[in-house]
């Protein structure tokens, strides 16, 4: 039969954690943690009930609130074990409209966390958790786990616009996308996270884009992207790049809704067209979008000049 969520629970603690001393587990016929607060969320949130997960998740909310008042930054290790617990917890969650509304509380959770950088780690551990999680995940339940990591994307990009885009912090969620999900070169890597996450980014920045948004911020935030289609040696993860990604900033669908600087654009390409580790076949599609690029300034300077000759 099979295992139940606390079962489960304990074999990923087990696994994950087993080295650290701050968690002692023993486990029969019943499971036994002598544990934090964090660990009893994680069971509760593993429940079989709704009703106790829908009231663990309430609660955590504002345990979150109280731990960061207090200035008790939750570890990683903490976060590890809230996070299988919130996985679990998604993974039990059975109609489409309580999947909506589950997966946008959880990611929501990252608002409660002060200061921000905390919820900058809140995120990372999710992507963390997803990678391992993510190859047991069935094809049933994969719909529910894309619309929680889109949540979860649309809250990374909150967080930075609740900020006024403040530059540590979007150095600092640049760092987490490029050294997570969308690191190819990672062991766990999941080519599913990171298509979906390249499928939905600039969708979900654009919604969140105002005019306290700096033009130079926007090649930070895609820079993780330039790292994986420089290194990626999967054909549909290059191509989804750059279908959703290359051609919003070559003036394709949605390119209207950002602004690019064309001069900042030019130079990134032709950096990561030199970089050494990038591979042939990307490097030549750098340089073809530099020369597209400089062939639409001639074109528009062609049209000014018509125009001027017009008047």
């Known amino acids: 039969c099979a295992q139940s969520a606390v079962q489960r629970l304990y074999f990923y603690v087990r696994d994950t954690i087993v080295k650290s001393s701050e968690i002692k587990l023993r486990f029969d016929n019943k499971l036994t943690f002598m544990a934090g607060t964090e660990v009893k969320f994680a069971n509760r949130l593993g429940s079989n009930e709704p009703t106790v997960r ?19 930054k939750l570890s990683e290790l903490e976060l590890l074990k809230l996070w299988k617990g919130l996985f679990v917890c998604m993974w039990h969650s059975d109609k489409p409209l309580v999947q ?15 200061p921000p950088d905390a919820g900058i780690e809140y995120i990372k551990v999710f992507f963390l958790t997803i990678a391992r999680e993510w190859h047991n995940i069935d094809r049933l339940r994969l719909d529910k786990f894309y619309m929680l990591i889109r949540r979860v994307v649309s809250s990374s990009c909150r967080v930075l ?9 979007v150095q600092k969620m640049k760092k987490l996308y490029q050294e997570g999900p969308l690191n190819p070169t990672l062991e766990n890597t999941s080519a599913g996270v990171q298509l979906h996450v390249t499928e939905v980014y600039l969708t979900e920045l654009g919604q969140l884009l105002d005019d306290d948004f700096p033009e130079t911020c926007l ?20 191509e989804t790049v750059e279908k959703n990604v290359f051609s919003v900033l070559m003036g394709g669908k949605q390119s209207d809704i950002f602004k690019i600087d064309k001069e900042n654009l030019k130079e990134t390409l032709v950096q990561w067209a ?7 076949k990307a490097r030549k599609c750098f340089y073809a979008l530099k020369k597209r690029l400089a062939d639409q300034d001639c074109g528009e300077n062609v049209q000014v000049k018509r125009r001027r000759l017009q008047h």
């Open 100 to 114: 909506e509304e589950l997966a946008e509380s959880i990611a929501n959770l990252v608002h409660n966390f002060n």
């Open 219 to 238: 090649m930070d935030l895609l820079e993780p992207f330039f790292f994986l289609y420089s290194r990626t040696k999967n054909s549909t993860i290059a």
């Open 274 to 280: 030199a970089n050494r580790d990038t591979s042939g």
């Open 54 to 72: 829908s009231r663990a998740i309430k609660a955590l909310r504002k345990w979150i609130s109280a731990r960061s008042a207090s200035s008790q």
């Open 161 to 169: 616009k609740d900020n006024s885009w403040e530059e540590g912090l």
